[in-house]
């Protein structure tokens, strides 16, 4: 039973599919005017493990994450390259998704884009605007956030409380200073031609109708980092609300922040880690091991103790499991597909438990306890340490984590058999010879 925190009700709740055996899960895309930083892997990383896990349960999944490739910010570095703002979005849509392979992610089964979806936005709008939750005011478009009786519930906030957010626009056009647009009118950069003039949707609409193009009016996760509660997940839950009178997901799922040495990132600060560097540098093992060291609720840290801690973490499964699968192809033992159910059911128990990847942590290291164990008896049962050696491989397979495979050859087989030997007769200087072209070789 996979159970999930609700930013929604504030609750971990079961988790209870809209259609049995499936989960439609839509999680927020980048606004593609520059690379990935850290903080755009964290989601990728996060949901990717919850998608692995809906898989490892028995259950399909359609996943969909948005490309925003029309915004203030991609104009704006358009006029800059002196080029368009297709080149700008295609360079850096691509960019995105190569760190998605390079962080070994299972890529989202659609990948719908703004400019790809213009008609079905504005005909979105045109109804709200019909229903009455939307108003024209001059060449622009506001939802009316007075209309819906439930503004508010994402982000727990009361509206007569709520502060602008760095999204919001104030305006003497608006009934309501949180009101926010839907259509503006633009005479910069790109337009499309709408009942109300030339210009470009705004954020929150966009989302709302890729979801409702894609999954439907209802779906089971909403996911994105936790800057997007407020003002952008609260918006679109309106929309969808007054539009079509029921929530727009099930369960809104948020991951937390990620700092760089105890400091928030920001560009002001100059302290941005774009994700492909952090990876070329760290390997996407440490970088996954790392990011999934802290539960998805919490902030996350990089800096060089946390990296070196998750280094000595991750080097103590991934060694013995080297070790075991080394030892067991010398002493001439096939191994089967077989694992220990016991430990990797233990292991989706915790993940289970609103994705708790530190417990879960705790059941792969007891798991590579029990091989080390094995592996020092005078004649160790190598069916028994293949079975949790596999255990462990699936459970690092839920995390994204893919051990480097190690296999011996019979020239192996024969330096580690003259090693012995030189051992054996005392010729250590030998044995050393022997030794050295082992560790060279990735055998010791």
Not at 34 to 47: D, E, L, Q, W
Not at 49 to 57: D, G, I, P, Y
Not at 258 to 265: C, E, P, Y
Not at 323 to 329: F, H, L, P, R, T
Request: proline share 3%.
């Amino acid at each position: 039973m996979i159970r999930l925190y609700n930013s929604r009700t504030l609750k971990t709740e079961e988790f209870k599919p809209i259609r049995e055996g499936h989960v439609d899960m839509y999680v927020c895309g980048p606004t593609v005017y520059n690379h990935a930083h850290i903080g755009n892997a964290r989601p990728m990383i996060v949901f990717d493990v919850l998608k692995r896990l809906f898989e490892a349960e028995g259950y399909t999944v359609t996943y969909v994450s948005n490309f925003t490739d029309v915004d203030d910010k991609i104009i704006n570095r358009a006029i800059e390259e002196n080029t368009t703002e297709s080149a700008v979005a295609e360079t850096y849509i691509e960019a995105y998704q190569n760190v998605r392979k390079m962080l070994n992610t299972e890529l989202p089964d659609i990948t719908p884009r703004v400019t790809e979806t213009m008609d079905q936005i504005i005909d979105f709008i045109d109804a709200l605007v019909k229903k009455g939750n939307a108003y024209v005011t001059g060449d622009d478009v506001y939802f009316s956030v007075d209309s819906v009786a439930t503004y508010g519930e994402i982000s727990h906030q009361k509206l007569e409380e709520l502060e602008a957010g760095a999204r919001i626009e104030t305006n003497d056009q608006k009934k309501n200073p949180y009101d926010f647009v839907l259509w503006k009118k633009t005479d910069k950069g790109i337009k499309w031609d709408s009942p109300w003039g030339e210009g470009r949707p705004g954020w929150h609409t966009e989302c709302v109708v890729m979801i409702n193009n894609n999954l439907g009016s209802r779906i089971d996760i909403h996911g994105g980092g936790m800057d997007l509660k407020f003002p952008h997940h609260e918006n679109e839950a309106a929309q969808q609300e007054a539009l079509n009178g029921n929530p727009l997901a099930n369960y809104w799922i948020h991951n937390a922040m990620v700092n760089i040495d105890g400091i928030k990132m920001s560009k002001s600060l100059g302290n941005i880690r774009w994700a492909k560097d952090v990876v070329n540098t760290l390997g996407v093992n440490l970088t996954r091991w790392l990011v999934s060291s802290v539960h998805y609720r919490k902030e996350l840290n990089f800096s060089d103790d946390t990296i070196e801690t998750a280094r000595k973490e991750m080097n103590k499964v991934l060694t013995p499991l080297r070790q075991a699968s080394v030892k067991s192809q010398l002493a001439g033992y096939e191994a089967s597909d077989a694992y220990d159910e016991a430990s990797f059911r233990e292991f989706l128990d915790q993940l289970d438990d609103d994705m708790n990847t530190p417990n879960a942590y705790t059941v792969i290291f007891e798991t590579v306890k029990k091989i080390n164990q094995a592996m020092r008896t005078r004649e160790p049962d190598w069916a028994r340490i293949s079975l949790y050696r596999n255990a462990v491989l699936r459970m690092l397979g839920i995390l994204g984590i893919v051990p480097e495979e190690v296999t011996v050859t019979d020239e192996d087989r024969e330096l580690f058999s003259g090693w012995n030997q030189a051992k054996q007769d005392k010729d250590f200087d030998r044995a050393d010879q022997f030794r050295a072209k082992l560790i060279e070789r990735g055998i010791l």
